[in-house]
Each structure stands twice: as structure tokens, then as C-alpha cells.
């Protein structure tokens, strides 16, 4: 074999060598409505599956409930249904027409609180195919159902242990224009993150009540949510 030939297929076996553990991955939208009308891929529709196993890394949408604010424990799995009996959606178990808690098109709701204090979270989990470091980019913008009575704080993380401990990454202080706290309404996030085994990325949305009047419902549409390595 000659020497540029050897070069040739050497350089090819490197390549494929790089692209075995070299990948990106973004959150995936679930879009549809009746009369069960499915729109187009990339599409996180039911029959996929919640988790959603995407080449070789794992996608989470959960959600937590009874007043219960930790971003560390126990969460619930978001199980397929519909929002207002018409929208197909990934959302919470309560089986009401409106839920509280869920996931459409690329838009993440956490469930409003009475009385003050930070609601339950619903969050976005990320386990990669293995460990190590890996770059995460989030854009956004957000909407506050009641911006004058509070604003949503959305964290990025690292969970560990079964999800018993969290790293916090960033905490960002969000709301709709003009509302309590004159927070911003869009987000920008992006970060190389080194993560272990059994270590998960989580992103987590939650209302929050400095008084007691309620902020109602937390809404972040994430423009880009990707992992890459």
C-alpha cells in the first residue's frame, strides 16, 4: 500500500473513530392536535415514548405535585393526553381537561401556586450515552400568567445519587415584560459541563409567590436546547 493511501484510510478510521463519540442532541417538540393530526418530524409523539431514548442518550419530561418544591427527590413522569380535550401533549396524571403541569410544542408549564412561596417544578431531564464533558446551549423566552404577583425561576443542574443532590449551574429569574421584579423575559445560557456517571443535566421551571397572591401558571418556550460533545 503506499505511503498516501495509508494516509488516506488511516484519516477515514480517525474520522469514523471521532464520530462514534462525538454527537448532538435538542430537546425534541411534541406537536399535534385532533382530529389526531400529527405535524411533521422532529416530533415527540406518543408512541415514542416518555422517557425518549434518542441515539443512545435519554430525554425526561417530569413534573412534581402536593407542594412539594425540591428539585432533588422524586419526580413523576409526564404521561401522554391532551391539553383542553384538543392539543396532544406530554403532561401530568391528574386526567382534568387543563393540566397544570406539561410539555407542547417546545414549551415547558410548571403548575401555579396559592399562597407564597416556589411551586412545584416541572423540569426536563438529559442523561447522556456516557460520561464526560459536554457543551449545553439554552435560548428562550418565558411567560408569567400573572406577572404582576410574582416571576418564574428556571435552574440548569447536575442531579447525582438517584437525584438525591444537585449541583446548581445557574438560577435565572425570569418574567413576562414589565412584570413583578422587572426581570428579563428571555434567557441565554451556555456552558461546557462535565458530567459523571449516573449523572443527569436537569433544566427545571417553577412559579414563584413573594406574596399571596398567586403568579399562576410558569411558561418557557425553549428556542434551543441542546447537548453536544
Known amino acids: 500500500m ?13 474520522g469514523l473513530s471521532i464520530g462514534t463519540f462525538a454527537g448532538e442532541w435538542s430537546l425534541m417538540p411534541i406537536k399535534g392536535h385532533e382530529p389526531a393530526k400529527w405535524e411533521p418530524a422532529p416530533n415527540w ?13 435519554v430525554w425526561e419530561l417530569a ?7 425540591e428539585l432533588t427527590g422524586e419526580f413523576r413522569t409526564m404521561t401522554a393526553g391532551k391539553a383542553w ?15 397544570q403541569s406539561y410539555y407542547r410544542d417546545n414549551t415547558l408549564i410548571a403548575s401555579q401556586l396559592k399562597g407564597p412561596g416556589r411551586g412545584n417544578p416541572s423540569a426536563v431531564f438529559f442523561r447522556p450515552t456516557e460520561p464526560g464533558t ?8 418565558v411567560k408569567v ?18 437525584r438525591t443532590k444537585i449541583e446548581t449551574l445557574q438560577e435565572f429569574r425570569l418574567n413576562s415584560e414589565g412584570g413583578y ?39 418557557v418556550n425553549f428556542e434551543k436546547f441542546s447537548v453536544s460533545n
Open 63 to 69: 413534573y412534581k405535585k402536593d407542594g412539594d418544591a
Open 85 to 99: 380535550n384538543y392539543k396532544f401533549v406530554w403532561r401530568d396524571h391528574s386526567g382534568k381537561s387543563d393540566p
Open 45 to 57: 409523539v406518543w408512541h415514542k415514548k416518555n422517557p425518549l431514548v434518542l441515539e443512545g442518550a
Open 181 to 219: 421584579g422587572k426581570h428579563p423575559a428571555d434567557f441565554a445560557f451556555s456552558a461546557e459541563v462535565n458530567l459523571p456517571e449516573d449523572a443527569e443535566l436537569a433544566v427545571a421551571v417553577q412559579s414563584v409567590n413573594p406574596g399571596p397572591a398567586s403568579s399562576g401558571k410558569a411558561v
Open 134 to 141: 459536554y457543551k449545553v446551549e439554552l435560548t428562550g423566552t
Open 2 to 14: 503506499s505511503k498516501s493511501l495509508k494516509k488516506v484510510v488511516f484519516v477515514a478510521m480517525l
Open 145 to 162: 400568567q400573572n406577572k404582576s404577583a410574582g416571576y418564574l425561576l428556571m435552574t440548569a443542574g447536575i442531579l447525582t445519587e438517584g
